[in-house]
T-cell receptor, first 114, second 114 residues
Framework: DQQVKQNSPSLSVQEGRISILNCDYT??????FLWYKKYPAEGPTFLIS?????DKNEDGRFTVFLNKSAKHLSLHIVPSQPGDSAVYFC?????????????FGTGTRLKVLA | DSGVTQTPKHLITATGQRVTLRCSPR?????VYWYQQSLDQGLQFLIQ???????AKGNILERFSAQQFPDLHSELNLSSLELGDSALYFC?????????????FGPGTRLTVL
């Protein structure tokens, strides 16, 4: 049972345009969400997070939007750069349950075309 | 560089064998997490240790075990290996054990079981 879903395995975007990566979750206990970026032969790198008390969090070119009613979050990258080409994973965690694990999606491979 | 180190980078072994993967967390981090990433899958949480004690358990097989030593490094032991155990194994660390503590990932160990 995939509790965190990234339905687009890949995405191609022109340099300078906006990249939008989507993530859906099913467990209403999730209240903390993160995005990680992964380059080949490296471990995932933390990008940005958002708590369920917010609906938007911004860090430079990266903005995460959270729609709790739809159980949906998205990562916007503006403007996209060739160096952003990587696999992006969203992750979710329930902060109140006493468990400390992240549940990851299967990732979306972003390719930014120069 | 996340500051989390994992050895070895690559491991090739045969079915039925036993291997040990090693992880050194970032300086000052007390929590260590182990994840498995099989082909085209997201990262699956295996187990978490905090300051030497097991804190949370995921879908870890009985053939797998882990421990965290007094110097806070951790080892993941995989025994009676099967072909399906071939995967990338990531270690992550965080300062504390809360879900909202950012987890920093190592570069991973690629295990191939022949």
């Amino acid at each position: 049972d995939q509790q965190v879903k990234q339905n687009s395995p890949s995405l191609s975007v022109q340099e300078g345009r906006i990249s939008i990566l989507n993530c859906d979750y099913t467990n209403s206990m999730f209240d903390y969400f993160l995005w990680y970026k992964k380059y080949p032969a490296e471990g995932p790198t933390f990008l940005i997070s958002i708590s369920s008390i917010k609906d938007k969090n911004e860090d430079g070119r990266f903005t995460v939007f959270l729609n709790k009613s739809a159980k949906h979050l998205s990562l916007h990258i503006v403007p996209s750069q060739p160096g952003d080409s990587a696999v992006y994973f969203c992750a979710a965690a329930p902060t109140e349950s006493g468990t400390y694990k992240y549940i990851f999606g299967t990732g979306t491979r972003l390719k930014v075309l120069a | 560089d996340s500051g989390v180190t994992q050895t070895p980078k690559h491991l090739i072994t045969a079915t039925g064998q036993r291997v040990t993967l090693r992880c050194s967390p970032r300086s000052g981090d007390l929590s260590v997490y182990w994840y498995q990433q099989s082909l085209d899958q997201g990262l699956q949480f295996l187990i978490q240790y905090y300051n030497g004690e097991e804190r949370a358990k995921g879908n870890i097989l009985e053939r797998f075990s882990a421990q965290q030593f007094p110097d806070l490094h951790s080892e993941l032991n995989l025994s009676s290996l099967e072909l399906g155990d071939s995967a990338l194994y990531f270690c992550a660390s965080s300062v504390e054990a809360s879900s909202t503590d950012t987890q920093y990932f190592g570069p991973g160990t690629r295990l191939t079981v022949l």
